[in-house]
């Protein structure tokens, strides 16, 4: 970090915006008198916003110390093995319908592809060695900020999602298989942005009417959609 007058900075803007640009360093302009200003590059600035933005819930600031900590377990996948697993096998998946005491649905506002800035369930992938019922936990207390025993919900069946894209580009197709659970809550749900950028609860008939949200939500209330085992 480095420390400038005004003057200095007045008869040098060009190397110091090169260095802050090139360096991503941050320069102090000191200011007699005045308060002083921070010169911060623009991809500096949108991380700051970002993370500012990240943890300014609760629910967010647990889930980010969730995947801290699973990073540190070994519990991730690199960049690039988990790319080559989406490009050349399925994912195996939950999809949460939740439904609060007057049958309305919970959708969040996706932010990451597949279907983003599409209107979504919550849900997540079963982890390598973990059993639905762990998942359903898991998925449950990161994507709607409280833990569920998959008893608590209704297993409506197997559905099969494709995608033109994926989460790190459009090169290559995702293709999940996802066990679909009805979730009836009665509490109020602390819930995260991780996923999501907002969230809205649905009637069914607004759910199915509405192009903003993704044709494969609409499945799930559909009785000729999915493998059913009734």
């Known amino acids: 970090m480095q420390v400038v007058s005004m003057t200095e900075a007045r008869n040098n803007f060009k190397d110091i915006f090169d260095s802050v640009y090139h360096n ?22 949108n991380s700051m916003k970002e993370t500012s933005y990240l943890l300014s819930s609760t629910a967010n600031r647990k889930h980010l110390e969730e995947s801290i900590k699973q990073l540190r377990d070994g519990k991730t996948i690199e960049k690039e093995l988990f790319s080559s697993i989406i490009q050349n096998t399925p994912l195996i998946s939950i999809d949460l ?7 309305k649905i919970l ?11 599409s209107w979504f369930v919550p849900g997540g992938r079963i982890y390598k060695d973990e059993s639905i019922q762990q998942a359903f936990q898991r998925i449950t207390k990161e994507e709607i900020g409280k833990t569920y025993d998959i008893s608590n919900a209704h297993f409506k069946g197997v559905y099969q999602h494709f995608y033109d894209d994926n989460v790190f580009n459009d090169n290559f197709s995702t293709h999940y298989i996802v066990l679909g659970f009805d979730l009836v809550i009665k509490e109020e749900l602390s819930l995260g942005t991780i996923q999501h950028d907002k969230y809205k609860w649905f009637t069914q008939a ?25």
Do not use: C, W
């Not at 007699?32 to 590059?41: D, L, P």
């Not at 319908?97 to 049958?103: P, Q, R, W």
């Not at 959708?107 to 800035?117: E, M, Q, T, V």
């Open 24 to 45: 991503h360093d941050e320069v102090i302009i000191h200011r007699k008198g005045r308060e002083n200003v921070v010169v911060i590059s623009f991809d500096e600035y």
């Open 97 to 103: 319908v939740v439904k609060d005491s007057e049958e």
């Open 107 to 117: 959708l969040g506002k996706r932010i990451n592809k597949p279907a983003k800035n």
């Open 206 to 230: 607004e759910l199915l009417n509405n192009k903003d949200v993704y044709t494969y939500v609409k499945d799930y209330f559909k009785k000729e959609k999915g493998i059913k085992n009734d």
